[in-house]
């Protein structure tokens, strides 16, 4: 996505040239995904101009009765509220710039405050207001590089992270269908892509030549490989799997050439420039956990050579930071906020996550926006959320926690190390329930803290590339919501410590994490003390209690609005502040007793003559109408000099000239006292910054704290139990094994009640690593599957995990396979998808893996179904030796159990089963949900549809041929005879013998 957004002023230029001049570009003829929007920001409203007013009204009203012409431009304004609900669909397909002035004066020019993209929304929600209501993941804009010169796909991935101002770079090596890419791009929320090209101009001519002459002869399918490039059919195809199969946005106008403009060692420059803020001084700070680079040397080991990684990690600081743009109009240091930089080694970091693709998140219902609507709501029409695991888990008290605990589930771990240090904290917490009590609900610790990761995303751009308020009172109000943060940060500290607030000795861990946010907080008892010093605490004080009650009740009409609303900086700071100050307060009191004299003077009560203030007139006198007459006759005979400022229904609108006089000047003084607090804001702003490093450890160290909190007390409220893992347990190549015991579905239980779910022992593990379950609809096969899978995931992000005893291996990649829906759009049936999903779980399966395959073979006929089921399952259990769980209705793969071995005596599968109970009498069918060893020779799909409502003529036909079929196929099981191709071909014996019993009755 091209987002070519001028950052420069337009200078003294009206409003309507600058339009002019920045849609300079011929109207398109479409409107495309990648498009800028730009808006201008008045007073009340954001108007649109041009062609993309005429779109917005044409999408969005549905007629183009509110466009209207201004100078001859055609524009649409609209108000913040419904400006809000257009950005959040626009802002799905393309980039959005706001433009807008930095004072109220007609002469101030426009410039850009916020610039958004697909993915980059953030800026745009701090001007708005935030697009959704429940917590979603950063959408990150990505960076990839694909190396041409290597025969195997060598990709280097970069995004920068607004969340911790983190620039990660990683290269790893895939396949040719981008398997682990689709699995990092899923899991990491990557929503825009921009392709490093390095395909030459003359590759890129022939490929236009080639589609140029598709589109003539009207064959999509001429895509001759002679004509194109190897590395352009390659990038081809990686384009197709981000667009088609991955839903991303993808832009290929950075090309190699154009990046190294000079040589590798000027980007690393330019890297170093931005990594390595001169106001740390290279430090790197002890509670932060990146790595920090010092310089272009380090810059340059830190990426050990990797031309890739140089290149996605320039492409990511351009895009995000705009660093072209802002070096145009760079008053102050570009990149002054610290920026940090994490360069994995190869595969380190896809080596270090579970990985997971699409389907085994959406199937798992790990998120609500990927989760369906089975185990959730109370009705087909009720709306409510679908369930989740992460709305089941979610007992967060801070945004920044819900981040963090959005982000393990969407990225578990496969490091050991982490998480148990998540384990021990965990069940710390855990043992101490009433410690866990107390920083939950207690208003003094995590219940009302304040999002921190938001404050110091507005605190880190400089003043300078920052559209700060005109009186500087939203940024005192961010230094005050910093105070809190810190303060009871540095009271969670204490709560932890106190040793009437523990059962068990602190662990490791735990204490780790108290002494780093100690630390940090300490660190930043600076800061809190120059808060304490600018804000006005008690005048804070003071305007609450007015606003909450009415003990401090103004003495005369119209007080209220003279006084400063709710914060302002303390009067005494400084000399000019302790001045302006008194001024006002003397034109103040001047101006109300100019009022208290009026009723007196035009003969009428208090109350009928008030003192108000509109957004259109400012402060003015009102009058009722009953009484306006008499008021202006008072005025024209006592000859005082007035004017009218409006007519209403509710009265008249006027000021007298002494009043008018006075408010001019109390205006006059309020903007210079304005000024003054704004430069004591700003500085203390500019102080601020410099702590931002410990600023984010103190988020990063609460959010965690938040999250492994919240993790516990999902636990004990459902009494789940802690994980343990062979890798911890066994020393050296030790059997993997997987014991679950008491197993049941969290979601299942959260919706059902626990009385309502009954619970399930699995053991799986080597050498005989596979297991096929079988029985009935309904019966409860893909629960289980779910609920494995689910506990795998709940294992590898630290949590406790819903069973009485769990021993589980490091999984490096879950696949579940739940079936495949028909594309049309795409020409693929069904069945080519599921074997599609099939053939890559079958290619990428290691030995870690664990593959939940719910029904294969559906969709074609019984012999080819179950002899695709039957070479797959082989395949993964003897080539791969994946641990395997196979729900299926064919049950002649119980026969896996005695042909299929790793060795004589030691066979590869096992057969399972669910219980069903059918009365003989009713064919009432009652699902026990019981796992038990041992195949099921029966899967009562008649029972089903018997509870399905099915007519009692067609239930007893269908049990009829049922009994016919299974006696033939047993017969010719028992024959043990090959099947032979032509007419006498046993496998036909069933539907004739079916047919003739059909035709008796």
């Not at 619970?759 to 779910?786: H, Q, W, Y």
Request: aromatic share 6%.
């Amino acid at each position: 996505m091209n987002v070519s957004t001028p950052l420069q002023s337009q200078g003294k230029l009206p409003m309507h040239e600058f339009v002019c001049k920045l849609l300079s570009n011929a109207t398109p003829q479409r409107i495309r995904p990648g498009l800028t929007f730009h808006f201008f920001e008045q007073e009340y409203t954001f108007t649109c101009f041009e062609y993309q007013a005429l779109y917005i009204a044409d999408e969005f009203y549905r007629t183009r009765y509110a466009v209207r012409l201004e100078h001859g431009l055609e524009s649409l304004s609209l108000s913040r509220k419904f400006f809000r609900k257009v950005c959040s669909q626009l802002v799905r397909h393309h980039s959005i710039c706001l433009w807008g002035k930095r004072s109220k004066d007609v002469t101030a020019t426009y410039e850009l405050i916020a610039s958004g993209s697909v993915g980059n929304k953030r800026p745009i929600e701090d001007v708005v207001g935030s697009f959704s209501e429940t917590q979603t993941d950063d959408d990150y804009v990505a960076a990839l590089y694909l190396d041409a010169s290597s025969h195997r796909s060598l990709l280097s991935l970069a995004y920068f992270n607004y969340g911790d101002y983190n620039l990660r770079v990683m290269s790893f090596c895939d396949d040719d269908e981008f398997s682990k890419l689709k699995s990092l791009v899923s899991q990491y929320s990557v929503r825009e892509c921009i392709i490093v090209d390095t395909v030459s101009d003359v590759d890129r001519k022939a490929a236009a030549s080639v589609r140029h002459r598709a589109a003539d002869a009207d064959d999509a399918s001429t895509d001759d490989a002679a004509d194109v490039s190897a590395d352009e059919l390659r990038l081809r195809r990686l384009i197709r799997v981000l667009e088609r199969d991955l839903d991303v946005f993808v832009d290929r106008a950075a090309t190699k050439s154009l990046l190294l403009e000079k040589d590798k060692q000027s980007a690393l420059a330019e890297i170093a420039g931005v990594v390595c803020p001169a106001s740390f001084g290279g430090d790197r700070p002890a509670a932060v956990d990146v790595h920090w680079a010092r310089g272009v040397q380090d810059v340059e080991d830190a990426f050990r050579g990797n031309e890739g990684g140089i290149l996605s990690a320039m492409v990511a600081l351009r895009r995000q930071q705009k660093l072209e743009q802002l070096r145009a109009q760079r008053a102050a240091p570009l990149c002054d906020a610290p920026i940090s930089l994490t360069v994995a080694a190869d595969d380190d970091e896809a080596q270090q996550l579970l990985l997971l693709d699409r389907a085994a998140i959406s199937s798992l219902q790990l998120l609500p926006e990927t989760a369906g609507n089975n185990m959730g709501g109370a009705g087909p029409m009720k709306r409510q959320q679908p369930a989740s695991l992460l709305r089941m888990v979610d007992r967060t008290c801070t945004a920044m926690g819900r981040a963090l605990l959005r982000g393990w589930i969407r990225r578990p771990s496969s490091h050991l190390p982490t998480i148990l240090a998540r384990q021990q904290c965990v069940s710390f917490f855990m043992a101490n329930p009433r410690l866990l009590a107390t920083l939950r609900e207690s208003a003094e610790f995590l219940k009302h803290f304040g999002d921190l990761s938001r404050l110091l995303q507005r605190l880190r751009p400089p003043p300078s590339l920052r559209a700060l308020s005109p009186t500087g009172s939203r940024e005192l109000r961010d230094l005050l919501e910093l105070y809190k943060c810190v303060s009871r940060a540095g009271a969670v500290c204490g709560a932890m410590s106190e040793p009437s607030q523990l059962s068990s000795a602190v662990v490791d861990d735990v204490a780790t994490h108290a002494r780093e946010l100690k630390a940090a907080c300490d660190q930043c008892a600076p800061l809190l003390a120059l808060v304490e010093e600018i804000v006005d605490a008690e005048h804070l004080q003071a305007s609450y209690g007015r606003a909450s009650g009415a003990k401090d009740a103004p003495r005369h009409e119209g007080e209220w609005l003279f006084r400063a609303r709710f914060l302002r900086v303390k009067p005494s700071l400084t000399a000019e502040l302790a001045a302006g100050h008194r001024e006002l307060e003397a034109t103040a009191q001047q101006i109300l007793s100019l009022v208290a004299a009026l009723p007196a003077q035009l003969g009428v009560e208090k109350k009928e003559l008030h003192l108000d203030r509109s957004d259109v007139h400012g402060v003015h006198l009102r009058v009722t109408k009953r009484l306006s007459s008499k008021v202006l006759k008072a005025l024209d005979a006592q000859k005082v000099a007035y004017r009218v400022l409006s007519q209403q229904k509710a009265g008249a609108l006027f000021l007298t000239k002494p009043l008018e006089s006075l408010l001019q000047l109390y205006e006059q003084q309020k903007a210079t006292y304005e000024a003054d607090q704004r430069g004591v804001v700003l500085e203390a702003w500019t102080v601020a910054r410099t702590y931002l490093a410990l600023l984010q450890a103190v988020a990063d160290k609460v959010a965690t704290l938040d999250a492994l909190a919240s993790l516990a007390s999902v636990a004990l409220v459902y009494d789940w139990t802690m994980p343990r893992f062979c890798e911890q347990l066994d020393a050296g190549d030790a059997p993997r094994r997987m014991e679950l015991q008491g197993l049941y579905h969290p979601l299942l239980r959260d919706r059902l009640g626990a009385s309502h779910v009954v619970a399930s022992d699995l053991c799986v593990g080597e050498p005989c690593a596979a297991r096929v379950i079988f029985g009935p609809n309904m019966g409860g096969k893909s629960t289980i599957l779910k609920a494995v899978g689910t506990a795998a995931v709940l294992a590898q992000i630290g949590s406790a995990v819903p069973c009485r005893a769990a021993v589980l291996p490091l999984f490096d990649r879950v696949f579940l396979r739940t079936g495949s829906a028909e594309t049309a759009a795409l020409g693929v049936s069904s069945f080519l998808a599921e074997m599609a999903a099939m053939e890559e779980v079958v290619r990428l399966a290691t030995p870690r893996s664990l593959v939940l395959i719910d029904e294969i073979g559906r969709g074609t006929s019984t012999a080819d179904g179950f002899g695709l089921a039957w070479a797959v399952l082989e395949e993964l259990a003897l080539a791969n030796r994946a641990l395997v769980l196979c729900a299926t209705h064919f049950h002649e793969l119980a026969a896996l159990e005695d042909e299929v071995c790793h060795a004589p005596g030691q066979p590869a599968f096992a057969s399972l089963h669910v219980d069903a109970v059918v009365s003989a009498e009713t064919r009432d069918i009652h699902m026990l949900y019981r796992l038990r060893p041992g195949a099921s020779d029966r899967s009562y799909g008649v029972h089903c549809a018997q509870v399905a409502g099915f007519p009692d003529a067609i239930v007893r036909d269908a049990l009829a041929i049922e009994a016919v079929v299974v006696g033939v196929a047993d017969r010719v099981a028992a024959s043990r005879k090959r099947p032979r191709c032509g007419a006498d071909d046993p496998s036909d014996a069933p539907v004739e013998e079916a047919a003739a019993a059909k035709r008796s009755r």
